[in-house]
């Protein structure tokens, strides 16, 4: 097993769960597989997941039915895709302002941004600039 080195940036590693290929790997349990498998590749390092509100209610453990394999992924910050709102919508295990990124859109201005693409993701950061800083050890 080769183990990475190096500098894996400031943000979390994001573990992305948001289209259904019906693939080999599909389904939470494998999701957990891929989890538990990056923490021992880039031990130490955080890891969060990006989702979709529906897309994670439709594939994620049952709230009612599978609790204890549902909260397993509670200890991963989420960022959360959730667009034409005025705040996300926030799936369980997480609670209702427990997020950490807000995709807010898909069609952001990238002239706007200074990127060659027309329709961009933006995306919020759940608190203000020093929480931003602090969050990621990044300075002045």
Do not use: M
């Not at 979390?12 to 021992?40: C, H, I, T, V």
């Not at 390092?45 to 049952?62: F, Q, R, S, V």
Request: proline share 5%; charged share 25%; glycine share 8%.
């Amino acid at each position: 097993v080769q183990q990475f080195e190096g500098d894996y940036g400031e943000l979390p590693l994001l573990a992305d769960f948001e289209d259904s290929y019906n693939g080999a790997f599909k389904g939470w349990e494998n999701w957990y597989n891929f989890l538990e498998r990056l923490k021992q590749l880039v031990p130490g390092k955080e890891i969060a997941i990006y989702t979709g509100y529906y897309y994670w209610l439709e594939n994620a453990p049952n709230a009612a039915k599978e609790v204890t394999n549902l909260e397993y992924f509670h200890q991963y910050p989420l960022w959360i895709a959730h667009y034409v709102t005025t705040e996300p919508l926030v799936p369980e295990p997480w609670s209702e302002n427990e997020w950490l990124f807000w995709e807010y859109t898909d069609t952001g201005d990238g002239k706007l941004y200074g990127v060659e693409s027309d329709r961009i993701n933006l995306n919020y950061f759940n608190g203000d600039i020093d929480a931003f800083r602090a969050r990621f050890g990044i300075s002045n």
